[in-house]
Antibody, heavy 121, light 109 residues
């Protein structure tokens, strides 16, 4: 059974930093693209970033470019999101996502339970 | 403002059929497969439809997907109260990012 378990969320002040982690199990982690999708309170889904199987390609939504860094450790079956210069509009539940990508294909076929990040003074 | 446009809400009676539209452009839906997700309050989304019209194992055939040009549609037949949820479409965009619709809240009256 595929399991994605996020951790690292919490309350942080504007301008602060936070590192999210996602522990994966039940599948060959190194064979999949992995990503982060967030959902602000009462709002829709917003894709944040993803990383290729070997870490050689990374893509970000414009609003986080230069502030967030996605990375992975295949030896530890783990995905990370380093978030710097956090703003109030980064407040959201952040989901770890197993992605299937290969133009024209895209889907998220497994989701974690989410971790809440609150940016507030 | 989401890249993909969905109606904020739809409603129908139990047993009836409902459709949810998702409109995009040639940079996303027009050249890539569409997936659909179901989300109940307080829970993570779940893949419902992928590659425009394919269902993962365990998804009943009451759920269907279709696509024409730069628009996609999710159809749900034989509506049940348990289908009340938010539904999102998603795809890849030529700007090298994934994009989702704003979501549609389904109410089964």
């Amino acid at each position: 059974e595929v399991q994605l378990v996020e951790s690292g969320g919490g309350l942080v002040q504007p301008g602060g930093s936070l590192r999210l982690s996602c522990a994966a199990s039940g599948f060959t982690f190194s064979s999949y693209w992995m990503g982060w999708v967030r959902q602000a309170p009462g709002k829709g889904l917003e894709w944040v970033a993803n990383v290729k199987q070997d870490g050689s390609e990374k893509y970000y939504v414009d609003s986080v470019k230069g502030r967030f860094t996605i990375s992975r450790d295949n030896a530890k079956n783990s995905l990370y999101l380093q978030m710097n210069s956090l703003r109030a509009d980064d407040t959201a539940v952040y989901y770890c996502a197993r992605e299937y990508i290969g133009v024209p294909w895209y889907r998220v076929d497994s989701w974690g339970q989410g971790t809440l990040v609150t940016v507030s003074s | 403002q989401s890249v993909l446009t969905q109606p904020p809400s739809v409603s129908a009676a139990p047993g009836q059929k409902v459709t949810i539209s998702c409109s995009g452009s040639s940079s996303n839906i027009g050249n890539n497969y569409v997936s659909w997700y179901q989300q109940f309050p307080g829970t993570a989304p779940k893949l419902l439809i992928y590659e425009d019209n394919r269902r993962p194992s365990g998804i009943p055939d009451r759920f269907s997907g279709s696509k024409s040009g730069t628009s996609a549609t999710l159809g749900i037949t034989g509506l049940q109260t348990g289908d009340e949820a938010d539904y999102y479409c998603g795809t890849w965009d030529s700007s090298l990012s994934a994009v989702f619709g704003g979501g549609t809240q389904l109410t089964v009256l």
